[in-house]
């Protein structure tokens, strides 16, 4: 790597970075590691190239051979997603295929209806700091005090204030989405229904959880949580809605595609298509069931007590300790997490009394359900202990060991 010599400053800090994703347990519930492949093509001369436009309808000339990529992405993304009917890959990220949808599907000042951030939303549904509360006017639908999305409550709001665009998904909820239910409650009111599978996109791609296809006007999702494949983003709608889709990514809301980005896609959507992806995407679930069982055991309180997906909520609003210092004593012993609002959450977002718990990240570099049970035991023991640094040092040594024992895969 010529970096090395070039470039030290950031040579190093990019192989501290490598150790630390190989020293420590991952567990957030967006993160991932993606194949060599996949870092082959991001790291390509395809990051050098032009290409507004769509293939075959570019700005620029020589696009011949990224028009191959992209064209080979949105075949492999429609086929990965039974039911899809049209794509565009070329959204930067999850932020930008839910803004791009937003400007295709709304008029400014029109009504958006989401799930509320601190019960497991996305800035990008509507919050006051997202162009999506500021352009947009934003109302809220939360969970039940079962920490379950109540559709009998979206209905009531959706009549009352008869939104244009109803957003589903979220950041952090570990259930299953309704999306047939959400369906009739748009059409009970008119409403554009929006799906953004960002989090359990692999599932969804693999039969695992119920699809929005079918049910939603427009499909949004990231690449790289569930996925699996590079940062990144794209944005599916029905067959008449894709033009205007098309025009609102570019050039509505971004300029020049990422063509190494949208290459790594691709050879991530031919990874997902393999069956081997659907295997991978079972011991997700298994293992999120193992660590989400052994964590209950243990006596940690889940939001909705459990999940049905990848990732699950520890609601510490009555431990002695907030969320802000769960992730830090966790960092400590080499588990990382990150510090999440729950329902009802009483504390500011930068201290919170939740943390967020995902295992795509760990089942990629092949821990099983034993292991995760293991793992889930390690997260009760550093936080049960979080003040004897001696226990704090035996939890950090076995972190260590499960992880030299599972190098990570790229
Ligand atoms: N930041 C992502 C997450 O962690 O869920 C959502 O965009």
Request: glycine share 10%; with cysteine.
């Amino acid at each position: 790597m010529s970096i090395a010599r070039q470039d030290p400053e950031i040579f190093q800090a990019m192989e501290a970075e490598r150790f630390r994703q190989q020293e420590e347990l991952e567990l957030i519930a967006s993160e991932n590691y993606v194949s060599a492949d996949v870092l082959e093509a991001m790291g390509s001369v395809l990051t050098n190239k032009y290409a507004e436009g769509l293939p075959g309808k570019r700005y620029y000339g020589g696009c011949q051979h990224v028009d191959v990529v992209e064209e080979i992405a949105r075949t492999r993304a429609i086929a990965l997603f039974s039911g899809s009917e049209g794509v565009n890959v070329q959204p930067h990220s999850g932020a930008q295929a839910n803004a791009a949808v937003y400007l295709a599907a709304l008029k400014a000042g029109e009504t958006i209806l989401g799930l509320d951030l601190s019960n497991g939303g996305h800035l990008t549904h509507g919050s006051p700091a997202n162009s999506s509360g500021k352009l947009y006017r934003a109302v809220h639908y939360k969970v039940d005090d079962g920490g379950r999305i109540d559709l009998d409550q979206v209905r009531e709001i959706a009549q009352r204030e008869r939104p244009r665009l109803i957003m589903t998904g979220a950041s952090a909820y570990p259930r299953h989405w309704d999306w047939a239910a959400f369906r009739s409650i748009a059409d009970e009111v008119g409403a554009i229904l929006v799906a953004d599978i960002a989090h359990v996109a692999g599932l969804v791609a693999t039969g695992l959880h119920p699809t929005p296809f079918g049910h939603c006007d427009y499909v949004t999702t990231t690449t790289h949580k569930t996925l699996r494949g590079p940062r990144g983003g794209m944005a599916f709608a029905r067959a008449d809605l894709m033009k205007g889709l098309n025009s609102a990514v570019f050039p509505g809301t971004q300029g020049g595609p990422l063509m190494h980005v949208i290459a790594a896609k691709a050879v991530a959507f031919r990874e997902a298509l393999d069956p081997s992806f659907t295997v991978y995407q079972r011991q997700v679930l298994a293992n999120a069931q193992a660590m989400a069982t052994r964590l209950t055991e243990r006596g940690f309180r889940l939001v909705s007590g459990g999940t049905d997906n990848h990732l699950m909520l520890i609601d510490l609003s009555d431990a002695p300790y907030s969320g802000k210092d769960a992730e830090a004593v966790l960092g400590q012993v080499g588990i990382t997490v990150n510090k999440n609002t729950v329902p009802n959450e009483k504390r500011s977002p930068f201290v919170t009394s939740g943390i967020r718990v995902g295992t795509p990240a760990m089942t990629t570099r092949g821990l099983g359900t034993e292991d995760a049970g293991r793992v889930a035991d390690l997260i009760a023991d550093a936080l049960d202990n979080r003040e004897a640094p001696s226990r704090l040092d035996a939890v950090r040594a076995e972190v260590h060991a499960l992880c030299a024992r599972h190098p990570v895969p790229a």
